[in-house]
């Protein structure tokens, strides 16, 4: 299977954010991708925390919009993005659209950014979300694919699952920020990928994000990554819009899990 992933620099405007991953789909299709990843924040990213968030009703136009786009282009797309669900809560959640299909709510992240960075302002995301319960593997074209979002690649415990589950890949878009990323993000993607020896697929936001009402911005850490299963880079995208490509491969996990049987080693 060929994967896409997409980095962006999402604002705070759902129509242009919509317009640049309808661009980006149209090209990971015309290079042949089966499915394309974008990241956290995809379609809006609140940049000035007074301002109010832009929940997604799955009901939405932009969603029939994608859902057309994925049966026109035979793409998959998943994407991360701020839902309200039928019961009025508010999720940070990843969705998926496959062609022929009307759209999935995949995952609702467990693990929210409550976090107080030094000389910098707090973060409070459960004051805008509700926690996500439940782990989420699914399968597209044979591969199965566990689902995380961001700040959830910090808690072991949720890979741990998804390893014992046997999943082909993890899936991570996230919205990093810059200091956190430099001390961190390979070294965690790495792990993860590591310790299920699997693929991490890990789309990021990058760049000074332009708030477009009050001209302020947010800075994020970029460096989108694909990890192969023994844990290795096997593409990059370090800065800039656009995207990187990645086949996946069903033979090197398999290699991988021969050489190193951690399954039958489990103790806990």
């Given amino acids: 299977m ?4 997409a980095q962006l620099n999402s604002n705070d405007v759902v129509s242009d954010n919509i317009q640049v991953v309808i661009r980006l789909t149209k090209e990971a299709s015309a290079n042949g991708a089966d499915v394309i990843f974008f990241p956290e924040n995809s379609l809006f990213f609140r940049l000035n925390q007074n301002d109010n968030i832009h929940y997604l009703d ?3 136009q932009c969603v029939h919009q994608l859902e057309n786009l994925s049966n026109e282009l035979q793409i998959a797309i998943h994407l991360t993005t701020p839902i309200r669900d039928q ?10 659209f496959r062609p022929g299909a009307s759209v999935e709510v995949l ?3 467990i693990h929210l950014f409550d976090i107080e960075l030094k000389n910098q302002k707090p973060i409070c ?3 805008s979300f509700d926690y996500g319960a439940d782990s989420s593997v699914w399968i597209y074209q044979g591969f199965r694919f566990g689902s995380s979002i961001c700040y959830d690649v910090r808690f072991a415990e949720l890979y741990s699952q998804y390893a014992r589950q046997e999943v082909d890949v993890i899936v991570i878009p996230a919205a990093f920020l810059v200091k956190t990323g430099a001390a961190h993000w390979d070294i965690l993607l790495r792990a993860r990928a590591v ?8 789309a990021a936001q990058w760049g000074r994000h332009a708030n477009v009402l009050h001209n302020n911005s947010r800075e994020t850490y970029g460096n989108t990554l694909a990890i192969g299963p023994w844990g290795e880079v096997l593409a990059r995208k370090e800065s800039g819009v656009g995207l990187i490509y990645v086949e996946l491969s069903h033979a090197n996990i398999e290699s991988v899990r021969t050489q190193i049987p951690m399954k039958n080693h489990r103790r806990l």
């Avoid at 019961?87 to 998926?96: G, V």
């Avoid at 310790?195 to 890990?202: D, F, T």
């Fill in 58 to 60: 799955l009901k939405d």
């Fill in 195 to 202: 310790e299920s020896q699997c693929y991490v697929l890990a």
């Fill in 87 to 96: 019961k009025a809560q508010r999720f940070n959640a990843s969705l998926l």
């Fill in 2 to 5: 060929k994967v896409a992933l």
């Fill in 125 to 127: 995301e459960s004051e």
């Fill in 107 to 109: 995952y609702r992240k």
